[in-house]
Structure formats: C-alpha cells, structure tokens
C-alpha cells in the first residue's frame, strides 16, 4: 500500500514561532507537494518539489519556504507563524513527469492553529 | 488561466437516492480531469480519473463520471448513495505549467447523506 505520512496530525503554535511540518513517503516518488486547505478555498499549492534539493514556488508561497534534503521526505516551514496561518496543510506525491502521472497520493493532514 | 469550479458547497441527499455532484473546468486542450474523496479527518483519495477515450469513466466506491468537452463538464455520479459516502469530493483538473505538471482544485462539494 502506497503511504504519504505526515509526522504530526494537530499542532498548536504560538505566532512568531517557526514551525516545521514533515512528511515522508514511501513510494520513491519524484515529485511531491504542499497544499493548504481552507473552507471554500478547496486546495490551494503553496509549494511543490520535483527532484531532491529542487523546489518550485506554488500559488500561494508568501510565508512559506520547503526543504528537500532526500528524495522522500519534504518538509514545509513556517518562517514566522502568523494566525493566518491557521489552516489545515496536505502533503502530497506523484510519480513521473508527464501529465497523466499526476495522480497524487496525500498524507492525512496537519491542522495547525496559531495563537 | 485554467481553473475548475465546483458550483454546489453543500448537498443533502438521502440514503439510497441517486447523486450527481457538479464540476465545471476551464483550460484549453484535452483537459486531465480528476475526483477525489476526503472522508472526515483523512486525507484525499482518488475515486477516478479521466484521460482520453471513453467519456464515461467508472471508479471505486461505485462512483462514475462522464466527461462532456462541450459542455466543459466533469459530473461525478452515483446511482445510490450510502451513508459511508458522506464525505466532501473535490474535482480536479492537471494543468502544465512551465513544464511541471500540477493539480488545480476546485473549492469542494460537502456531501452529508441523511437515514
């Protein structure tokens, strides 16, 4: 079974603080992504990742940056968490470059509240 | 600039009655088009996908949808729900954008299935 595992499923911050939130996935994907979810926003792409130490900025990337050290693991990072923030953050992965491959397989997701 | 819209936020049905959840999309070429469940407190996961050929598309959980290119419309169908299908269903849409391949979502549809 494919897995996409995101290290926390709640977190509570304090604003200021920088925020780390993991995920790892098992599958050898190449590419992987960040989303945040919003009540009548649906999906919104903060940033996403097609090779190790290679990042893209998504639509909304203001606030956020990524890191890919090893081709499993992808982490977002909140510089200075601010209560816009509060969100709920999906992590996702696909395999290959083309099109029809970007079936994404997603992590259960990190709610994160800012204080 | 491609984008899918998801007209319905919320639908009542009752259990055992036919369902049809709408989407609506935007792009200029053969569209990839997608659906994807979220369950309470889980992640998402893909119900069925379209890519060329037949315009009706069958997936898991007895779900179907029929591409209609003229109408610009993804429908999403299911002859008679269950109350496990109670859940919010997003349509997506995979767009290339300076030769990275992402998905585009739309805000969701949030189904609850009375007894």
């Known amino acids: 079974d494919v897995k996409v595992t995101q290290s926390s499923r709640y977190l509570v911050k304090r604003t200021g603080e920088k925020v780390f939130l993991e995920c790892v996935q098992d599958?050898?994907?190449?590419?992987m992504f960040w989303y945040r979810q919003d009540p009548g926003l649906g999906l919104r792409l903060i940033y996403f990742?097609?090779?190790?130490?290679?990042?893209e900025k998504g639509d909304i990337p203001e606030g956020y940056s990524v890191s890919r050290e090893k081709k499993e693991r992808f982490s977002l990072i909140l510089e200075s968490a601010s209560t816009n923030q509060t969100s709920m953050y999906l992590c996702?992965?696909?395999?290959?470059?083309?099109?029809?491959?970007?079936?994404?397989?997603f992590g259960q997701g990190t709610r994160l509240t800012v204080v | 600039a491609q984008s899918v819209t998801q007209p319905d936020i919320h639908i009542t049905v009752s259990e055992g009655a036919s369902l049809e959840l709408r989407c609506n999309y935007s792009?200029?070429?053969?569209?990839?088009l997608f659906w994807y469940v979220q369950s309470p407190g889980q992640g998402l996961q893909l119900l069925l996908k379209?890519?060329?050929?037949?315009?009706l598309v069958q997936g898991i959980k007895g779900f179907e949808a029929e591409f209609k290119r003229s109408q610009s419309s993804f429908n999403l169908r299911k002859p008679s729900v269950h109350w496990s299908d109670a859940a919010e269903y997003f349509c997506?849409?995979?767009?290339?954008?300076?030769?990275?391949?992402?998905?585009?979502f739309g805000a969701g549809t949030r189904l609850a299935v009375h007894p």
């Open positions: 990742s097609y090779d190790v130490k290679m990042k």
């Open positions: 379209y890519f060329s050929g037949d315009t």
């Open positions: 792009y200029g070429a053969t569209p990839y």
């Open positions: 599958m050898d994907h190449e590419n």
């Open positions: 997506a849409v995979g767009r290339t954008t300076g030769g990275y391949n992402k998905l585009i």
């Open positions: 996702a992965s696909s395999s290959g470059a083309a099109l029809m491959n970007t079936e994404a397989f």
